[in-house]
């Protein structure tokens, strides 16, 4: 029985998946991978959500800082946990939700420590902290990846944007749909380390609103490139 996306077009897009990995690796070398932690990995990619590293880094050493430890961060209230999240903006919210993902931890585990969620099935541990108010594919994927190692493909909004430049992904395809398609497409072995590649590409050269396209490792297969060079479509 065949896959429902096909073979041929799984094994095209590895392929092109792993020459994509490949390239970025040679000119910027292995990257570091931010592993930690699985309550603080969920914790700071929670409050990267519409924002930058920068900021996400400050409302998380001042919630280090007014917190000892998750029980007291767990036992403050919404307003004294949302003004150290300022930085991060939408801090109300992010403090709802933080505080609720350390009531469901502690209901789930019997203590504030998540270790126990890297111990359970992939597909189990992902059901289970997409049920969680505020963990959407990328957090939870984040979770798995850097916190319990698992080799799966988080998708940002970098790595999106970069995939439906280069004609991987279609332009209208959302965050949910990305991750379904390239879960399957992205070769495990190299699932973590394309991630944090892609990432710092985007950030850096291929840029929402002003991408460097003198700079671009992909000028063949950029859509985007292309467009601006006025080369579509010959």
Known sequence: MSSPLGFDIIFSMRDKLRKIYETLLMHHGSPSLPEGDPLEVLVKTVLSQNTNDRNRDLAFERLKRFFP????LLEA?????SECLRPAGLNR???????GMLERIKDKFGRLDLSGLCEMGKEEALEWLLGIKGIGMKTA???????????VFPVDTHILRICKRLGLLPPKVDLQKAHEVLSQWVPREIARELHVLLIRYGQKVCKARTPLCSDCLFPEECLYHRRADGREGN
């Open 93 to 99: 919210q992010k403090a709802r939700w933080i505080k």
């Open 141 to 151: 994927h984040c979770v798995l990846a850097f916190g319990c190692g698992h080799d």
């Open 77 to 81: 209230s919404e307003e004294e946990i």
């Open 69 to 72: 430890n998750w029980e007291a």
